[in-house]
Structures are given as structure tokens and as C-alpha cells.
Nanobody, 125 residues
Framework: QVQLVESGGGRVQVGGSLSLSCAASGRTFSNYAMAWFRQAPGKEREFVAALSWWGGTTVYADSVKGRFTTSRDNAKNTVYLQMNRLRPDDTAVYYC??????????????????WGQGTQVTVSS
């Protein structure tokens, strides 16, 4: 089992920045691909970003490319999501997810086995 705990959410104004963290425990973190998804009220969960288990591959949704950056620190068992130039449509609950080695598709939520409880991000204008 892998336990994931997100932190760093909050309220920010349009154009601002937030940094999310996801701390993992339970298994060898470096063996797991990690991802971020988000879900806005009344909408389906959508892919945000993913990072391969070896850290050499990152994948981003088109809507966040150039604004968000994901990274991992295997020594701290933590994955990060740096969010810049935030917009109102970035408002959502953000979840981190993990799967051993690689998912069938980085952007498909079905491919991830472990999920955090989520952290709220609110961007106000």
C-alpha cells in the first residue's frame, strides 16, 4: 500500500502562484509514477500532470503547459506541483496519484492505484 497526503492548497488571486506537495509513504517511492489530477464542482476529474518513476518523463495537460511544473524528490518521498499564472478555471480539488512503475497512459486516471485525499485550490478574480 502507498499512502499519499497532499498539502499546499489555498486561495490565491488570478495570476498568482501556489505550490502543492504530495508526501508518499508505505513503499519505495522511487518505483512509482506520480500524477496530479483535479476535479472542479460539477465536472469530471481531469488530468493535470504526470512524472515517470525515473523522473525522466513529464506529461502535462494542454491547459496547464507553460504554467505548471511537476517534480519529485525521491529522498523526501515527495512530488510537487508548482502552479504559476493561475486562472479562475484552475479552481478545483487537486489530487495526487501513484502507480507502480508506469501506467498504461499517464493521463488516464484509471491507470493509477493510489490516491490522496485532495487539496482545494481556489483562484479568485
Amino acid at each position: 500500500q502507498v499512502q499519499l497526503v497532499e498539502s499546499g492548497g489555498g486561495r490565491v488571486q488570478v495570476g498568482g502562484s501556489l505550490s502543492l506537495s504530495c508526501a508518499a509513504s508505505g513503499r519505495t517511492f522511487s518505483n512509482y509514477a506520480m500524477a496530479w489530477f483535479r476535479q472542479a464542482p460539477g465536472k469530471e476529474r481531469e488530468f493535470v500532470a504526470a512524472l515517470s518513476w525515473w523522473g525522466g518523463t513529464t506529461v502535462y495537460a494542454d491547459s496547464v503547459k507553460g504554467r505548471f511544473t511537476t517534480s519529485r524528490d525521491n529522498a523526501k518521498n515527495t512530488v510537487y506541483l508548482q502552479m504559476n499564472r493561475l486562472r479562475p478555471d484552475d479552481t478545483a480539488v487537486y489530487y495526487c496519484a501513484a502507480v507502480y512503475k508506469s501506467p498504461s497512459s499517464y493521463s488516464d486516471a484509471v491507470g493509477y492505484d493510489y490516491w490522496g485525499q485532495g487539496t482545494q485550490v481556489t483562484v479568485s478574480s
